[in-house]
């Protein structure tokens, strides 16, 4: 089915390991988004892409980590993680002024 | 630094009321989008707002943007149960579509 989807859906992960959250999209659109979504707050962008190796930073980069070697991959990877990364993270990919979530991802770091 | 605020940020209704969630913005911007989000769930989007004066109605919620004031407005006529879920607001600072700056979200119960 087209759509974007994100892997894994729910994570728990220790202090300082590497962890990679997957996004994979369908419709082949240009621009893919990286947010975090913590406990009573709106959504924060992390990283954004234009295009395949094209990226940027976003509000709150640090300490993450962005590649996009196909159009339809996104992925995001904590290099180290920290408690503070505990968070739900949403991908996202517009074409235009529609944008469209994926389901999230809820990560733990203990 | 373009900052987005909702208010109110809790907001308890009966059903059949009328009420406005207000989303103010810092900067100049054509694009304004409004979601809702069910709890655990991802964001689903209810309205993309893309000029001046723009207003958008579906069943009882109706949007609508002003980019002089720097306000847009989600009005919910005659709530219901179903309606009760965090709605968001977010405004596309680069108007380049996805570059998303959120406002805080406002919750709203609808009691019977």
């Known amino acids: 089915d087209a759509g974007i989807t994100q892997s894994p859906r729910y994570k728990i992960t220790e202090t300082g390991r590497q962890v990679t959250l997957m996004c994979h999209q369908t419709?082949?659109?240009?621009?893919m988004f990286w947010y975090r979504q913590d406990l009573g707050h709106g959504l924060r962008l992390i990283y954004y892409?234009?295009?395949?190796?094209?990226?940027d930073k976003g509000e709150v980069p640090d300490g993450y980590v962005v590649s996009r070697s196909k159009t339809e991959n996104f992925p995001l990877t904590l290099e180290s993680a920290t408690r503070s990364q505990t968070s739900v993270y949403f991908c996202?990919?517009?074409?235009?002024?529609?944008?469209?979530f994926g389901e999230g991802s809820w990560l733990t770091v203990v | 630094e373009l900052k987005v605020e909702q208010n109110p940020l809790f907001l308890s209704m009966q059903e059949g009321k009328n009420y406005t969630i207000y989303c103010n913005y810092s900067t100049t911007s054509d694009r304004l989008y409004w979601y809702r989000q069910d709890p655990g769930k991802s964001l689903e989007s209810l309205f993309v707002l893309l000029s001046n004066g723009a207003v958008k109605q579906e069943g009882r919620l109706m949007a609508s943007l002003d980019t002089k004031a720097r306000l847009s407005t989600l009005h919910i006529t005659a709530a219901v149960h179903d309606l009760s879920a965090t709605y968001f607001c977010a405004v596309d600072k680069d108007n380049q579509g996805g570059k998303l700056i959120f406002g805080q979200g406002t919750e709203l119960s609808v009691k019977p």
């Open positions: 996202a990919s517009s074409e235009w002024a529609t944008i469209y």
């Open positions: 892409s234009a295009a395949a190796d094209i990226t």
């Open positions: 419709w082949s659109h240009s621009y």
